[in-house]
């Protein structure tokens, strides 16, 4: 028997949903069919129905009810239950312990940061920028005083993020990443051979782009019947509800590569989205877990099946096929190699999967001076030069191929970075874990059979929502906590075969 | 000076229209992109937000607000101001004075009824629909006693749609349409005579179909930068702001009068929207006016523009030129001709102009007699058909072809019908008006100049939004009152130029 008390959870939990589901929608018509003219009227829109959305969430009434459930004998609930309280009361309290004044002011700097950044990186001016952020930080250590009172400020930032997730789980791993990564991109660079992707230049028309990325997003598991694929000027994976999961690529004429990459990599985030959990779709119960846990499911198709030699040799006669005056020297062999290139670059949005941990791992050192006052925003230029140098051997010749690259400072996004290397690690290592227990998982990616794949990350982690942390998730299905000994293991198994290394 | 009570009506007022665009980009999304399994999700986040609305508007700090406002002396407010508090009261009165227990009778019966019309429709079988129809005709009578208490009940059901007008405005305008336009099309009839219309029969690609509709509503003056044009199932006018406007349209391979002339019809419907007034955006007093109003906008562009000799002299060799295999034989005179045939025949929306106004009498005759009892629900069938045979001199093989043919009914939308016609004799009206107040505006449609006739319909009509009813609008427009002659002028005069009845 459900109690008064849950029922009425429920329902205020669904309201929010749905309305959830409305939000998320008007952003992904704003990101792609909405006339230019309209951003106004959005914006007001936006606002009205975010107000709405509030104002359920900090309800006194939900309050109340949160406050007799825990009051009950928790032996009457089950799992899904005890869940879906814990987690409202967890999102209640973020929503309420927040004093008016700190989130208007939040929401006032996120809107005008934005602005101030587009300015100072056009203009390659970090002094512009400077003032804006020194305030963000001061604010987000007031926000994290009031969110989790007691807990490290930088802690709390990565808590929102990454829950259950601190500075004691992930310096320790991101140092064993310096010690080996720094020296393998310096031995590739030492090389200095580089693998032949002259074919990849030429031009590709969109359309052909278009139906082979769609074909192999369909391949992989991506249901169109609950979910659509378009254009967007960044690729995204958005959509109101598991039964309408909305991802989006853009396309080059000269580069077919980024959109078929775009559009796998969002299809991992797609997956993980309708794969939710059937019960309690419309609860927090069902909600995927965490930023990086998403990102491992992106980051698992684009990565460990779509980069691998398997992969390509599977499609690679469908993409010979599709841009046939382009690839007709080439080989699988060959094409694997050329998509699979390791160069230090600048620019982390663009960079590959050896070198991309190190520009999030300075970012990560550089937001734990910013919290610990170790270092000074005025000198984060230099900061930031001296450290891509240290990683990564290249200086930035601006700050804007330097610290004014990445938009999230300016919105008050602190804590967010780590996560795409979290689930960098987070995809070796399940992928480690699948093929311990499914048979002829590389037999099957060569045959291009993704359905035991897919089923697997389904049952293993889509399924579980948000019944735990990502860490508990980590060690029910991998039988450990986060190692990134796979990780390690896995690039440079891979870079040596691809860089005449010595190595093996 | 604005008052304070004023100032908490707009704001009050804004969030509603706010939530109401919402809503709008809610419904186009549903028609024209959401994934086909999201269907019961979506159901649920239109009632959430449903909800919202109705809690908003219904909100008793509106209702005292409202009081407020109208125990002020209205000496201070200006027009505007006064028409946003005249239909705030309305709207107001609107949602509050019905019962709970009717609005949700009627909600539940609406929703069933779709699904009883569908069936009882492909099963030619009107006894399966009758009771449903009986339990409607109740409800709304029942809605009408507490909507407009003292009122005719199937007048009050009018100004639901068409406010200010009554049976007493619209029985005599329709009577006279019988007395001319039964004759006329009998007359046609007797010719026997067609226009030849074989080069429109063929293949007409959509991609070039879809670029012809495009450059048209261009032409005509829809700004793309605050609008757009998509594909749905029944086209129609859509979006969730005068700065969002979105038309749809269909595509048959075989014909491509039917997709070009749905994209007039709409972007009629799109630059009412477009064009309203710059002030009070957000507000009532800048909303569109009526059903009716609104038809005489797309009926403007369709008919008195588009179906004219002169837009088809403007247009041929570009449409010539866009399908050349299709039309190389024919000339604009006979392309012309071939647009305007008439022909009677059972469905309505199929039907011609001239046949048009007959089908929606027969309904609106209907609809008067089953709220004055004087035809009951049982006998409707047979009632159906010899309407048919004295106004078209055609019998409907089946119910589906009669009686069940239009939606309407099984929501409820009694007193609906009667906007499509008066919204084809304002539209004549408005035009003959025009042509009075403007030169050249025969010179400028055959140069396809239609910038000053957009400009008299922005500044005569979208501009007044909702200042006037449809009665006062008219008057001010065209300084005398609704009146059918210019209708029946304009159809006579055209048909004996394309028909030989012997007339002139």
Not at 217 to 225: M, Y
Not at 245 to 257: A, G, P
Not at 297 to 313: K, V
Not at 383 to 405: A, E, H, R, S
Request: aromatic share 10%; charged share 25%; net charge negative.
């Amino acid at each position: 028997m459900t109690s008064v008390n849950y029922q009425s959870l429920v329902e205020k939990l669904s309201e929010v949903s749905y309305l959830n589901g409305v939000m998320s929608t008007l952003g992904w018509d704003q990101e792609v069919v909405m006339p230019i003219g309209a951003s106004e009227a959005r914006a007001q829109q936006i606002s009205a129905l975010a107000g709405v959305i509030h104002e359920r969430m900090t309800d006194p009434r939900l309050g109340d009810c949160l406050a007799e459930l825990e009051a009950e004998d928790s032996a009457y609930f089950d799992t899904l239950q005890i869940c879906n309280i814990r987690e409202a009361r967890r999102k209640y309290d973020l929503e309420t312990k927040i004093p008016k004044k700190l989130v208007k002011e939040m929401a006032g700097l996120s809107s005008q940061g934005h602005t101030v950044w587009v300015a100072a990186r056009r203009d390659n001016k970090f002094s512009d920028f400077a003032p804006l952020l020194k305030r963000f930080i001061e604010l987000k250590k007031e926000w994290a005083q009031c969110a989790f009172p007691g807990m490290d400020h930088y802690d709390a930032n990565i808590d929102n993020f990454e829950r259950g997730t601190t500075m004691a789980d992930i310096t320790p791993v991101f140092e064993r990443i310096k010690a080996e990564l720094i020296p393998l991109i310096q031995s590739i660079q030492d090389t200095r051979y580089q693998p032949d992707n002259s074919f990849l230049q030429g031009t590709f028309p969109v359309d052909k782009q278009e139906a082979l990325a769609r074909k192999i997003s369909k391949d992989i598991g991506f249901q169109f019947d609950c979910g659509r694929m378009d254009v967007s000027v960044h690729p995204f994976c958005g959509g109101s509800h598991p039964t309408d999961v909305r991802i989006t690529t853009r396309y080059q004429e000269n580069d077919f590569i980024e959109s078929l990459y775009a559009v796998i990599h969002e299809t991992g985030h797609g997956l993980y989205e309708q794969g939710r959990m059937l019960e309690g779709r419309d609860l927090p119960v069902s909600e995927s877990l965490t930023m990086g846990i998403h990102e491992s499911q992106s980051l698992f198709w684009e990565r460990m099946i779509a980069q691998s030699e398997l992969f390509c040799r599977h499609y690679f006669d469908t993409i010979k096929a599709t841009f046939p005056d382009n690839l007709q020297d080439a080989t699988a062999d060959v094409f694997y190699r050329a998509i699979n290139t390791c160069k230090a670059d600048f620019i982390r949005v663009e960079a590959d999967e050896l070198t991309y941990p190190l520009h999030i791992i300075l970012r990560y050192e550089i937001e734990k001076g910013l919290f610990d006052d170790s270092i000074a925003v005025d000198d984060l230029p230099e900061v930031w030069n001296d450290l891509m140098m240290k990683y990564l051997g290249i200086k930035p010749p601006t700050d804007t191929l330097g610290v004014l690259q990445d938009s999230h400072w300016s919105s008050g996004a602190f804590g967010y970075f780590p996560s795409y290397t979290l689930g960098a690690i987070y995809a070796c290592q399940f992928y480690q874990t699948m093929t311990n227990e499914l048979s002829d998982v590389e037999k099957n990616i060569e045959k291009g059979s993704f359905a035991p794949i897919k089923a697997w990350l389904n049952e293993k982690i889509h399924r579980q929502g948000s019944l735990f942390t990502p860490h508990d998730l980590v060690c029910r299905v991998t039988g450990e906590s986060l190692n990134p000994e796979y990780f390690i293991e896995y690039l440079k198994k891979k870079y040596s075969a691809i860089y005449p290394l010595g190595l093996e």
